[in-house]
């Protein structure tokens, strides 16, 4: 199966943090037989939050980026696909108001590529996608 992983989950994952990831999700990410990707959106996310508050955010992109892929992790890029995918993606009658342009293009990479995106982001469920995993 191949995932993808949204930002927080990437961070989480890759400092061991076990508080946040369960078990399973670990298994799952660890698990060889699986396909995981990294977004270059992630990393863009992560320079420009890192650039503005280094405390909070606690990696630099650069950083990120080699640990991923000394994880063995895919990097996914952002494809002139995945950008037209954007219209493609709605939000629910009653979904609260979300406009993270990173969760977008995550959803919408997820969604043009059939990747599983594995998300603790509670607004993207809101998006109904079929490639949306809530941890």
Known sequence: MKYLLDTHILIWFLKGDKSVLSDDI??????????????????WEVAIKYSKKPELIGISADNLAKL??????????????????LNTLKLEDAAPKHEDPFD???????????IMLITHDSKIKWYNEQYIMIV
Not at 68 to 85: G, R, S
């Open 26 to 43: 670990i298994e799952l990410i660890k698990d060889s037989d699986n396909e995981v990707y990294y977004s270059v959106a992630s990393l």
């Open 68 to 85: 991923c892929e000394k994880a063995d992790m895919q990097e996914l890029p952002i494809k002139k696909e995945h950008v037209f995918a």
């Open 104 to 114: 977008r293009i995550l959803v919408a990479q997820a969604k043009q590529d059939k």
